[in-house]
């Protein structure tokens, strides 16, 4: 295959490997991030109500939510973070490959060897976070933490010249997509009685770390969209 306009030479594989790292990469870890959000809001419900109270009353007055708003909600942003603090999409973030030997305090890393790093482990320690494992966002607005730049105890997108160059378009992604499900929608659990704190999930190993879980939430429309509006959202979250 070739572009008359460019003068690259593209192959099947050069376009296989640009779909997958399109439906992977692009698709499946946000969609994931989405689900493990909400499994933490409807468990934690006093989050969800902060969180709906936000979107709400900043927004109050429009129809729909644009890119653009998305710097006014910055609880949201929080809720985004401690989900990816708590449930970091590759666990063991792509393995390094060592250049050269070098001793790391009283361990040798031989040359040409694959590390991996555990940033499921390292954003979990005591040392670095008071009650690593409960999920609370505001824990983000005591402390400026940012994104494996000056702070490595949290690097679920990695860190350093090799961090994540998606790093923006998800997180702009994300939070708009959460804001959206909490704006247009009530949450509540579907089915037979369920108390939140009782949810159990197991993990769904892949190239990200989903959740398996039999319970379901269901959406009531809190803004009365109408059945063209709802159709193009649902596209939006197939």
Known sequence: MRSGEMHLSLTIENVK???????LAGTDTLSTTLVWAMTELIRHRNVMQNAQLEVRKDLNGKIRIEEGDIHKLPYIYQ??????RLHPLSPLL??????ETVELVSYTMPVENWVE????????GPKYLEDPEIFLPKRFEKKAIDFGL?????????GGRRICLSK???????????????????????????????IMTSLCASIVIGGNSDWRLGGLNHHRLGFED?????RIFH
Do not use: H, T
């Open 17 to 23: 490997d640009f779909i997958l790292d399109l439906f």
């Open 79 to 84: 809720v985004i973070k401690e989900n990816l």
């Open 94 to 99: 792509v393995p390094r490959l060592c250049c």
């Open 117 to 124: 790093i555990n940033v499921w482990a390292m954003m979990r």
């Open 150 to 158: 000056a702070n490595f105890e949290f690097i679920p997108f990695g």
């Open 168 to 198: 923006s378009f998800a997180l702009a992604s994300m939070d708009l997509w959460l804001a959206q499900l909490l704006f247009y929608f009530d949450w509540e659990l579907l089915g037979e009685r369920i108390y939140p704190k009782r």
């Open 230 to 234: 709802i159709k193009g959202f649902l």
